[in-house]
């Protein structure tokens, strides 16, 4: 009993620790700018909702616009990323290509800090006119997420019995053929999980995004950054723009919990 | 591991080409070059390597060319030698923010490390409500750290934070969070925050893998638990201790979104990155900030090689 006790104790802290400042986003996304600078500590709970803040994001700011862009971007170099990563995870899995060496290059290169490829990255892209376009920064992201692309789909496609496809091949089957009714069907959940996780990174990366986009494609993290103003920030604006950026990490969470760990270990560890 | 040289399998392949695709005595034509039997594997990786080397491998040499040039993104690179190494080798805010960002990743894994294997051992039974206990946990790895930080830096505020509120509340002093002597200790507390549920998850996967008779054994012979955990369960899990280091670390040694909400690099919180990012893109010092960027790349890629045979060898033996 008393372990019991002590367990869901514990529990409750660990989540009240993880839970209080995603709490406090969505609290606050609904109060008006005195009860946010209000010091009473009972403001923090209990206030007159008010959704002054999501209306004042969409009507004062590009936010449709700016969440459109991020989608764009988003989907947009999810698709591209599994279009290269697919058939090189399925080549490094099923012939050993380049002897695990040509894999180790490619892991390598999302180490790079982003610094070092910014800099040239920008020289070319103010070139090529690619700054502030949908493409640079798709891209900037199907770089910045296809070695790890790789790498999780490698794991899921070595699973895969190379015996299966040689009996396949054995009793007539073409490449195509046992590519599509044995191999296809059986790496369907590597192929979901590691889209989702490409979108979620590109979803939420800053860096690449503050620095290669203005106004037409700026994704909506630049956004709710430009409302932090040093002196003055806008936090009523803020978390009405966090509050909803959050949402598909939300909706993630309820669907694919068994597979977040394994896409942060990059298929490493199954979870 | 040979993986596709069995017999059978060439022959039938071969065979199978053969009748259907090349007719006899007829040069073959682009396609099924790129699709027989030998060049398939690498026409597969193809279009990764052509993505690898235009938007890595190529900005990496950039950047070494302009290392050894002056250049303010305006008229030409006038070279220099190594004139930009040899400032650097005596900036010593360069080596400071390098010094930070060994400070930083050291505190945030081993904090990380701990925290996980709290939360991790604290959770490795089967409770009511498991699942949406664990999904909650997660949550904070899927939010954008960018986010994250322009949260905490107003939960972290002085006067209107909500936990210095809380701290007064209970009675404590309010603290200075953001104070020149404490904001990198901040960030590292942001960090942690967001990822030791990673490190806690990992090990509690490693955890619900472990073989029971050993342990069932071990508690027959009377073993204490502390000395079962030390002698036992620890040992088991340096697999994934070791991969928990090497990807933070990965991750660590770049970290700068949690600076761009929070103190961008002021209050003595500049890091490796940072200062790579101010000197290229606010002083437009290109060929400095590329020999910034040469050196900390060089320093990642040590860290790299120096992990990346034992985070295989722990990656073998976790899959």
Redesign the interface.
């Known amino acids: 009993m008393i372990k019991k006790i002590c367990f869901w104790l514990l529990t409750t802290i660990t989540l009240l620790f993880v839970l209080f400042p995603l709490a406090w986003v969505y609290l606050t996304a609904f109060k008006s700018n005195a009860d946010i600078f209000d010091p009473r500590l009972i403001r923090f709970v209990v206030f007159k909702p008010t959704l002054d803040n999501f209306r004042n994001l969409f009507s004062q700011y590009p936010f449709w616009h700016d969440l459109l862009n991020s989608l764009i971007v988003s989907i947009g170099s999810t698709i591209i990323t599994m279009l290269v990563a697919f058939p090189a995870a399925y080549s490094f899995a099923r012939w050993n290509t380049g002897g695990g060496d040509l894999l180790f290059l490619t892991i390598s290169t999302r180490m790079f800090p982003p610094a070092i490829a910014a800099i040239p990255h920008f020289i070319v892209f103010k070139t090529l006119g690619l700054l502030d376009t949908h493409w640079g920064l798709m891209l900037l992201y199907v770089f910045l997420n296809v070695s790890f692309a790789t790498f999780l789909l490698y794991g899921f496609f070595d699973q895969v019995p190379k015996e299966l496809e040689q009996a396949a091949m054995i009793d007539g089957y073409s490449r195509t053929e046992v590519f599509r009714k044995i191999v296809f069907p059986l790496i369907k959940p590597g192929l979901a999980v590691t889209a989702v996780f490409c979108l979620i990174w590109a979803w939420n990366e800053f860096f690449f995004a503050f620095l290669f986009t203005r106004n037409v494609a700026r994704p909506v993290n630049v956004l709710i950054s430009s409302f932090w103003g040093g002196l003055q920030v806008q936090y009523g604006l803020m978390a009405a723009g966090a509050a909803i950026t959050i949402l598909p990490a939300l909706v993630i969470v309820g669907f694919m919990q068994r597979y977040i760990i394994r896409g942060l270990t990059f298929g490493a560890v199954k979870g | 591991?040979d993986?596709?040289e069995?017999a059978?399998?060439n022959v039938?392949?071969e065979s199978?080409e053969g009748g259907?695709q090349v007719g006899m005595g007829r040069k073959p034509t682009i396609w099924e070059t790129l699709t027989n039997e030998k060049n398939?594997?690498?026409?597969?990786?193809v279009?990764?390597?052509v993505?690898?080397v235009i938007?890595?491998?190529?900005?990496?040499f950039?950047?070494m060319y302009?290392s050894f040039h002056d250049w303010g993104?305006q008229g030409n690179p006038v070279f220099s030698g190594l004139k930009n190494y040899r400032q650097l080798v005596n900036d010593s805010t360069f080596w400071a923010a390098f010094g930070r960002t060994i400070e930083v990743l050291v505190i945030c894994i081993v904090v990380e490390l701990l925290l996980g294997l709290g939360?991790a051992l604290?959770?490795n039974r089967e409770?009511k409500g498991q699942?949406i206990?664990?999904?909650?946990?997660?949550?904070?790895?899927?939010?954008?750290?960018?986010?994250?930080s322009?949260?905490?830096?107003?939960?972290l505020d002085y006067?209107?934070g909500?936990v210095n509120?809380?701290l007064s509340?209970l009675g404590f002093q309010k603290v200075y969070w953001w104070a020149p002597n404490r904001a990198l200790f901040t960030i590292c507390f942001i960090t942690i925050?967001q990822w030791f549920?990673?490190s806690a998850?990992?090990l509690l996967?490693?955890l619900k893998?472990l073989p029971k008779d050993v342990f069932e054994a071990a508690r027959v012979d009377g073993a204490s638990s502390a000395y079962t955990f030390r002698r036992l369960t620890l040992p088991m899990l340096s697999p994934?201790i070791m991969?928990i280091i090497v990807?933070r670390a990965?991750w660590l040694?770049?970290l700068?979104?949690p600076l761009?909400?929070t103190t961008r690099g002021a209050v003595n919180t500049e890091l490796?990155?940072w200062i790579?990012?101010r000197t290229?893109?606010v002083m437009f010092d290109?060929g400095y900030?590329?020999a910034?960027?040469?050196v900390?790349?060089a320093a990642?890629?040590v860290l790299?090689l120096l992990m990346?045979r034992q985070?295989?060898k722990?990656?073998a033996a976790?899959?």
């Open positions: 591991m993986r596709h069995s059978g399998f039938s392949a199978n259907k398939f594997k690498w026409t597969l990786v279009p990764l390597l993505l690898l938007f890595a491998f190529y900005p990496l950039y950047s302009f993104m939360v604290l959770w409770f699942n206990v664990r999904g909650l946990a997660l949550l904070p790895l899927l939010v954008a750290p960018l986010t994250l322009l949260l905490w830096y107003f939960l006067n209107f909500a509120q809380i509340a925050w549920p990673f998850f990992v996967a490693g893998s994934l991969i990807l990965m040694i770049r700068m979104d761009f909400g490796l990155d790579v990012y290229g893109f290109i900030g590329s910034m960027a040469v900390s790349w990642t890629m790299c990346f985070l295989m722990s990656m976790g899959r």
